[in-house]
């Protein structure tokens, strides 16, 4: 095979040349918007934060799904018209050279629509005042996007080698890219297949049911069913090698295709009936694998087959024009049942393999991470899992596994730890697991042995460490990084992390990027009262040199703060974590400090400590954080109550549409009454 | 030369093309002739490498054409259904071919465009259906190409136009050998250029000869004895067609003319007119010898 034959620029220059209206459109779409959506989400000209994937890649995941389909049909959109069939094949050109030649036009067109998103990002993260943008982050997400983006066009040219029209052609793109992952992760969520089963010769110590892992579908799947690029998510090496193996080997099956296609079938569906109906029917395999289900939960849906009955139909009048009811009657007959009968043998099939792979053997357990950020609500998506062979510290889990399943699965527990846990065949998996305080404690002494000294030099060792949502009115985002740093490493410096359970009382929150995930961590530090002082009258000067600049519109998204009001924290943790479920409040920063300006400006001391709570629901539970604070307690229990109220309120109202009664006006009262 | 040999083509069921047999003389006017869809279009394709075939050889100057890039630098090719990129002018459109066929000439377009009156700068969109046939046709012809195959080559120009482009193709047959592959389902367009013909029917080449002996080898002529006669008095000759009016008696002959005259004078005529066929009446007394009816073919 002789490469250079294989690409001839000029027809390439030519095929760009005639569409490039629409591809200058596409080239600049996702770039401009990509900007102007990082920019205009900084929320005021003066907060200064770090932008995570999902902010940076939203628009390009949105561009996902139409731009190198567009890309595709613009290069070889001529074999979809029979005349310009005949115009572009009758030229001196080797099918294989038109199809190589506009595969590599259309990388070129990818590779230059990522390239200049990630300059623009750099250029706004190096420009902008407010935004600062992780270059190692930047250039993760364009690796992803340009490979899924490639990915979507390579398989949009196999499907453009079968296909007669554009509407096909996107069909049978969809049926590529999605009806695998889709069938795999639907016979997943809806069987509740995700269970891991620890075993101790034999017998069945405890079970969760975690959440599945697709990180290893090809990455336009796995974008989707991992959120869209959030949080640890947002970096999947292997769809990543995955998608660039098959983006490779579907180059190969496309150019073959290509060379065979029949280009006598432009503007017809497909080569022939058959081929068309088989398609049809694939289309038709997720709407049966959700109606399975459906069904399986709620009984018969007449509703939903008389839908797919309509789409079979309505399918053949879009891209038919007709409908052949001789054929297509008998054909809905055999695709019914076949698909139904699939389903139930596919759904028993997985279920019976399902739960052969659910078990794992704790005595196989070789390596265990925790993160404890997930007592305070954070999502295990946002938090770093740094493992451990540490054998103290697996065995003492599985302890608290077997005195779980021993008769302690009532009692209160305090603390829920994100552990994930990986065994001798590197089957690895993530669940949570609630304990009480003298488990906590227990585990607390191992870590501080080494476990946490580990996390210390995770974080120190990895360069650029910023705060998130630091609200500084000070022009210059490097020098206030800077500041911050100086101050904390001063105080790491002067005392040792604590240990565990006072890990909050000190914790302080930023942002690194590290190992491919941005990533949001309440940092531990050990201090004395001076330093906390300190620290406290340092960020209460910036919170008012904000306050003095700015307006009550711009409140609503400012946060800034940290927690050293020790005893009220820890009385609030401990009442909120034992009654955890009873009842939900939020703040949110803006309300707290327009409070304060409206109720108490003229009282307003910068050097005293204001308090802020922030209510999550995750997980079934609802967590508390804590941002400002103030010794004026007083004022903290009149926002507390006016929200409680407000809350009550919601939720009375709620459960007398629901038609029950709100029961924890008890709990309610004792709350706040000791705040 | 162009050898096609067994060329077979089904577009699913139906067959096309079928074991269909021709072999074309380079630097000659082929005119491939036949009723609608009796697959002129699709057998010009298959020899351009635009549709693929099902079996068969199909050899030019004794070189497979599959995927033939270089031979396909001999080949131009300008179907009946015309395409132009959306927003290109005739310019736009030269440059396209000229940047894929290596002999283009861009000189040449441009005078041709002149003789045709056709402004280069204007986007072809805008133009009628016959000035965009002009403009398909002098790209062709720009290109230099050895086999130029034009797929219903003069539908929509006007007399003029037709005579002008039958003139620069002859033109470009002096300037360089050239071979010519043209389809029409109207005999006359063809009758005054094409060297040789073919009529497809059922997808194989139900019948081709040269012009010149088709028309030379064919005469009618209007006859009166002084005796009663039927067909059977002219036994020494090849009649094709034999009707008799009254004691007139129109005769379509085919063979030398010289002889079948010598014959006839032998006979005594109280008449005897030798009237010119025009090719369809050479196709349609040919037609009737195979045993087929004109109207059905064409």
């Known amino acids: 095979m002789n490469l250079t034959k294989l690409f001839s620029w000029k027809y390439l220059k030519e095929n760009l040349k005639k569409s490039k209206g629409i591809l200058l459109l596409i080239c600049i779409l996702v770039p401009v918007f990509t900007t102007l959506s990082v920019t205009f989400e900084s929320g005021g000209p003066d907060i200064k934060r770090v932008a995570n994937s999902v902010e940076i890649s939203l628009i390009n995941i949105f561009g996902m799904f139409f731009i190198p389909i567009t890309i595709s049909y613009v290069l070889f959109g001529y074999v979809f018209k029979k005349n310009s069939v005949d115009l572009i094949n009758s030229m001196p050109l080797k099918r294989s050279t038109v199809f190589i030649t506009n595969t590599i036009g259309g990388i070129i067109l990818i590779t230059l629509i990522q390239v200049v998103t990630a300059i623009l990002l750099m250029i706004v993260s190096l420009v902008s005042k407010t935004i600062y943008i992780f270059p190692a982050m930047i250039f993760d997400m364009f690796l992803m996007m340009w490979l899924a983006y490639i990915f979507i066009f390579i398989a949009s040219n ?41 075993t101790e010769n034999d017998e069945i110590v405890s079970q969760y049911v975690y959440t599945p892992n697709y990180r290893t579908f090809t990455l336009p799947s796995s974008i989707i069913y991992n959120g869209f690029m959030s949080g640890d998510l947002a970096y999947l090496p292997k769809s990543l090698i995955r998608t660039a193996l098959l983006s490779v080997v579907y180059i190969f099956i496309g150019l073959k295709l290509f060379e065979k296609r029949k280009m006598e079938n432009a503007e017809e569906s497909f080569e022939s009936y058959k081929v068309h109906l088989i398609i049809k029917a694939l289309t038709m395999v997720p ?26 139909f309505a399918y053949d009048f879009i891209v038919k024009k007709k409908i052949p009811f001789k054929y297509s009657i008998p054909a809905l007959c055999i695709i019914t049942f076949s698909l139904i009968g699939i389903c139930n043998v596919s759904d028993w099939i997985y279920d019976k393999l399902a739960l052969e792979d659910s078990y794992m053997n704790i005595n196989d357990i070789k390596e265990i991470g925790l993160d404890f ?15 451990t062979s540490d054998k103290e510290l697996i065995n003492t889990l599985i302890e608290i596994e077997k ?57 120190t060792e990895n360069g650029v460490i910023s705060f998130n949502n630091i609200e500084i009115s000070d022009k210059n985002v490097q020098k206030d990084i800077d500041d911050e740093l100086k101050l904390v490493v001063n105080i790491m410096n002067a005392k040792q992390f604590i240990e565990f359970k006072e890990f909050y009382k000190e914790a302080f929150e930023k942002k690194i990027y590290i190992n491919h995930m941005l990533i949001s961590r309440l940092f531990p530090i050990d201090t004395s009262n001076e330093m906390l002082k300190l620290f406290a009258d340092y960020q209460n000067k910036q919170t008012m040199k904000v306050l003095q600049n700015v307006s009550n519109d711009q409140l609503d998204s400012w946060y800034y703060g940290l927690s050293i009001e020790n005893e009220l924290i820890n009385d609030k943790t401990s ?8 009842y939900y409040f939020s703040y949110y920063e803006g309300d707290v400090i327009k409070y304060i300006i409206s109720s108490k400006d003229s009282d307003f001391d910068s050097t005293k400590n204001y308090y802020m709570i922030r209510g999550n629901y995750n997980h079934g539970r609802y967590f508390f954080d804590f941002y400002y604070l103030t010794n004026d307690i007083k004022q903290i229990n009149e926002i507390v109550k006016k929200d409680m109220k407000k809350v009550k309120e919601e939720n ?24 | 030369m162009l050898k096609i040999t067994n060329l077979n083509k089904a577009f699913g069921n ?14 000659s006017i082929y005119g491939l002739i036949g009723a609608n869809g009796a697959g002129k279009s699709t057998l010009l394709r298959i020899i351009n490498d635009i549709y693929r075939r099902d079996s068969g050889d199909i050899e030019i100057d004794g070189i497979e054409i599959e995927d033939n890039e270089i031979l396909k630098q001999k ?91 039958k003139k620069i193709i002859v033109k470009q047959m002096e300037k360089k050998e050239t071979t010519i592959i043209m389809t029409s389902h109207n005999l006359r367009e063809l009758e005054d250029i094409c060297d040789n013909l073919g009529l497809l029917y059922k997808g194989g080449i139900l019948f081709e000869s040269d012009i010149n002996s088709l028309k030379t080898n064919m005469f009618k002529v209007q006859i009166s004895l002084k005796e009663d006669f039927d067909k059977e008095t002219f036994n020494g000759l090849e009649i094709m067609s034999f009707k008799k009016t009254g004691s007139v008696a129109t005769i379509i002959i085919k063979g030398d003319r010289e002889l079948s005259e010598d014959y006839l004078n032998r006979l005594n005529p109280i008449i005897l007119d030798f009237l010119p066929l025009t090719l369809e009446e050479v196709f349609i007394y040919e037609m009737e010898v195979l045993g087929y009816e004109f109207n059905q073919v064409i």
């Open chain 1, 652 to 675: 009375v109202e709620y459960y007398e549409k629901e038609g029950t009664e709100y029961t924890y006006d008890t709990i309610e009262e004792k709350d706040s009454n000791e705040i």
């Open chain 1, 403 to 459: 005195n779980k399943k021993s008769g302690n699965d009532d009692a209160v527990l305090e603390h829920s730890i994100l552990v994930s846990v990986r065994d001798k065949h590197n089957k690895e998996v993530s669940f949570h697991l609630n304990v009480g305080n003298d488990e906590i404690n227990k585990i607390a002494e191992i870590l501080d042995k080494g476990y946490i000294n580990a996390l210390k030099k995770d974080y």
């Open chain 1, 373 to 387: 950020g997930n007592t305070y609500g954070y999502y295990e998506s946002d938090t770093l899992i740094s493992y």
């Open chain 2, 75 to 165: 080949l131009v090719f300008i179907p009946d259904d015309l395409y132009f990129f959306p927003g290109y002018t005739l310019k736009d459109m030269a440059k396209f071919y000229e940047s894929l066929y290596d002999n283009f000439d861009m000189k040449y377009l441009e005078e041709l465009a002149g003789i045709l009156k056709l402004d280069i700068n204007s986007k072809v969109q805008n133009f009628s259906k016959g000035m965009k046939r002009q403009c398909a046709l002098i790209c062709a012809i720009a290109t230099n190409a050895d086999y130029m195959f034009f797929d219903e080559t003069f539908d929509g120009l006007d007399p003029v136009i037709r005579n002008l482009i």
């Open chain 2, 14 to 27: 139906k067959k096309v093309l079928e074991n269909l047999n021709c072999n074309i003389k380079t630097n």
């Open chain 1, 287 to 312: 709407m049966f694998v959700l109606v399975h289900y459906i069904k399986k939960m709620d009984g018969v849906s007449i509703i939903l087959y008389t839908l797919i009955i309509f789409y079979y």
């Open chain 1, 575 to 582: 009442t909120f974590d034992s009654n955890y479920g009873n």
């Open chain 1, 158 to 198: 196999i499907a453009m080698s079968v296909s007669g029209t554009f509407l096909t052609q996107c069909a049978v793109t969809l049926l590529i890219l999605f009806l695998i992952p889709f069938c795999i992760a639907s016979f997943n969520r809806f069987e509740e297949n995700n269970k891991i089963i620890f």
